[in-house]
């Protein structure tokens, strides 16, 4: 006769654990910090506060900019007159200056990006003599500050009679050291040594790789140095100050400020509403930014996420 061994689950005691209920573990509860809570808060104003105000002043005359309290409507907003006036002073030319920063911007920004994905595909994945020294160098160039080169630019495009154009413009913003920089480090991770390899064995030449499979993988990185170039060279304003003397040709930064300029000294052309035309005038500059950023942020993002972990 063959004597059973009551097991683990048949066991009275066994039969109570599992008829007991079983309390979900709480997750853990955040802490929240008063200090940084009010830290953050002030943050946030300190970058929206001046975009209320602009949005705010945009509303206004001349008089009310100076007559109202700065953060609230004055008794008639006038933002769509105002608008109205913008495109309209001085025979349109700020349309012609919107123009001229979206295709500077736009230029710089594909040609710069382009750039920058083959130098940087090629520094990850290629080696030769002095690679090392030449990624320090652009490393180096990174700490260069834009304006020590302006004027030697300058002379440069004197001498090749590139001055008062667009190219005096783009050329120069199509040089992106931190976006060479960037898309080396995105290339590593992104574009395997592996896929690569299996091309050449199919027959493919470098260049098609790069075109074919590389451009393909590194498109979230192009998209970053894309909006980084792009806000750059639509905000630059020291360069085409230098590099334009025809007013058709000024992009919106230089434009704006030879409006306030007039709008100081009362100069040739001065309108009464001129200061806020200015006003105006940088609410819509800025709109364009806002848009792009808005559309490309997941790519943006993508690309400043990728290559920052190594596995």
């Known amino acids: ?22 309390v979900p573990r709480r997750s ?8 940084l809570t009010i830290a953050m808060l002030a943050v946030l104003a300190y970058f929206l506060l001046p975009l209320f105000w602009l949005l705010i002043a945009s509303t206004k005359s001349t008089q009310d900019l100076f007559n ?10 006038q933002l769509l007159s105002n608008v109205k006036a913008t495109f309209t002073q001085d025979d349109g030319v700020f349309g012609r200056w919107l123009l001229n920063t979206v ?11 382009l750039l920058a994905a083959a130098a940087g595909y090629g520094f990850a994945k290629y080696r030769f003599r002095g690679h090392g020294a ?13 304006t020590a080169l302006a004027i030697p630019t300058y002379l440069l495009f004197a001498k090749a009679g590139l001055v008062n154009t667009p190219w005096a413009v783009i050329l120069p ?15 590593e991770d992104a574009v395997p ?50 590099m334009l003397n025809d007013p058709n040709l000024y992009p919106i930064t230089v434009g704006l400020s030879s409006w306030a300029a007039q709008a100081q000294n009362g100069g040739a052309g001065a309108s009464s509403d001129m200061l806020a035309l200015v006003v105006t005038g940088s609410l819509i500059s800025i709109i364009p930014l806002v848009l792009a950023f808005l ?14 972990v190594k596995q």
């Open 1 to 22: 006769m063959t004597t059973v061994t009551p097991t683990a689950s048949t066991t009275p005691a066994a039969k109570r654990v599992d008829a007991e209920p079983r």
């Open 103 to 113: 295709l500077y911007a736009g230029a710089s920004a594909l040609g710069a990006a």
């Open 134 to 146: 030449a990624f320090n160098l652009v490393l180096g160039a990174i700490m260069i500050p834009t």
């Open 193 to 242: 040594d592996s896929l690569i390899e299996a091309a050449r064995m199919d027959g493919a030449g470098e260049f098609r790789i790069f075109c074919t499979i590389g451009l393909r993988l590194l498109a979230p990185g192009l998209v970053t140095v894309i909006l980084f170039t792009l806000v750059a060279t639509w905000n630059n304003y020291f360069l085409p100050l230098i």
């Open 28 to 35: 853990p509860t955040r802490r929240r910090s008063t200090p």
């Open 68 to 77: 109202s309290f700065g953060l609230w409507f004055s008794h008639a907003p």
């Open 173 to 187: 913003s199509l040089i992106s050291p931190f976006g060479l920089y960037l898309m080396r480090i995105y290339a």
């Open 295 to 308: 559309l490309l942020q997941r790519y943006w993002q993508s690309g400043l996420a990728t290559g920052s």
